[in-house]
């Protein structure tokens, strides 16, 4: 047998693969981009990147309904905009396996907001797998496509970023080729109306029912017995974190983990002295084992933030401290936007005149930070727009206020809150920073990059044509160096009243590494009056001996040079 050292990540997509998958659709979100990307590498798998987690989780139910096995990935807030076809592709159940991976963010390394998807799947009325090493992830996804079709239901894998991004060793299967079940009409059990989905809304429960009692024997829900004067309930990463904090502890660790095997935690609680349940984020076991009657602590010891580590849980169990010592001393470095990036120079400008800053998810986030601190709101994926709607709608038009978006977000959820400014008579001004790609989460390509997920040649959607079809009379695109031009740009449009989009185009630095030679400085004119560095460009760094240019770290964009008003920076030798 093969065996490979996988991401998690990774081990989702090979189980995707062993397991006969035909259609894989996602947006890609931070923790769980990997997947999809690593999915493309399988010729036998039609992947692709969607609009939206809408858009991906219908494809993926289409797939099923026309008998192949489906998935879609996200991450946690992903799933908020998915949840419509979830709850209902609940109701109609599946003829291929559907399962659906949501990648949740303790402590927040990248999100917004700490989510508990457990949740979702309790509403939707969906069984929730979670596996706790790569090995699992590839298990857990062939067994959860197993499952969706043996139950009739789409199944949830759930992730958290601490899974999505280890690293063990894989065994690896070769795919099973699963044939698609023949397509027949049964419009009772697909078309929602709501006298079929009152009917299939019974269905559901007596499924939940079910599943609920067959749990109590699924080995991926297992009873390990070593002292029985403490008994841990846990699931996920935090299995292990219990493994390694409290090795003598009796532990019942889930694999299902909606609905949960009731029977058999009433057994192991018969069996113990003392229940502690060990989850992140919210009490979704400790409520529920309370519901039935087993006497049970948790986040009265751990809390109900952050992501568990077994420094932690040895303070929350035992009272064990063990402050953190690093081998040597770390210098912060807070995130910034790269060396190059285009969107400096549009906050440069943004800065300048003093706008009110309406802003958006992506790399462009950034600009909230010093030195440009030029974002006053971030919310969720295309809430740029809709927001500085509001506020007109609060205040009247005022001329120091935009909407910030990238050209991705844009795509997600821009489009519709502009119709809406436009169709309800706004005069906001709308920016749309358009570096060519989905950069924040890796550079996935999107459907204003003009490539698809294997990087192939795709229709490209013309930005300006697609807000001029919104309804949109004033579309301008400026590259963001021209200082002058975006300047002029944003103070005629901000006077305007009538919606209006500004799209800075510039493609992001990383896409093409063959930049020009590094900037330098020519100390003799330089006074070190320190304009430049306002730019907040990581390549620059002032010292006793004056402004100096890091050549390492520098792209050569020259956007300090135009910045410099004594012209003492200039292009050096030929790298």
Known sequence: MRKELMLGNEAIARGAYEAGVRVVSSYPGTPSTEITAAVSKYEEINAEWAPNEKVALEVAVGASVAGARAMSCMKHVGLNVAADPLFTASYTGVRGGLVIVVADDPSMFSSQNE?????YARSAHVPVLEPADAQECKDFVKLAFELSEQYDTPVMVRLTTRISHVRSIVALDDRAEVPLIPYEKQPQKYVMIPGYARARHVIVEARDNVIRKDASTMTINRAEYRDPSLGIVCSGPCYQYVREAAPDASVFKLGLTYPLPEDALRAFADKVQKVVVVEELE???EDALRAIGIPVSGKDKTGLQGEMSVRRLRKALFGV????KPAQDTVVRPPALCPGCPHRPAYQIIKKLNLTVFGDIGCYTLGALPPFSAMDTTLCM???IGMAFGAEKAFGHARDQIAVIGDSTFIHGGITPLIDAVYNGGSITVVILDNRTTGMTGHQHNPTSGKDIYGEDAPEIDL???CGACGVQHVLTINPYDQKALEDALREETARK????????APCILLEKKWPAAMQVREKDCRACGLCMRAGCPALRKGNEGI???????????YCAGACPFKCIERGAER
Do not use: M, N, W
Request: aromatic share 8%; net charge negative.
């Open 498 to 505: 009538a919606v209006s989009v500004l799209i800075v185009k």
């Open 382 to 384: 295309g809430a740029a």
């Open 548 to 558: 100096k240019i890091e050549p390492s770290l520098c792209t050569g964009c020259g």
């Open 321 to 324: 401290e063990e402050p953190l």
């Open 464 to 466: 300006a044509a697609l």
């Open 115 to 119: 989510q508990d998807s457990r949740y």
């Open 283 to 285: 009490p979704f076991f």
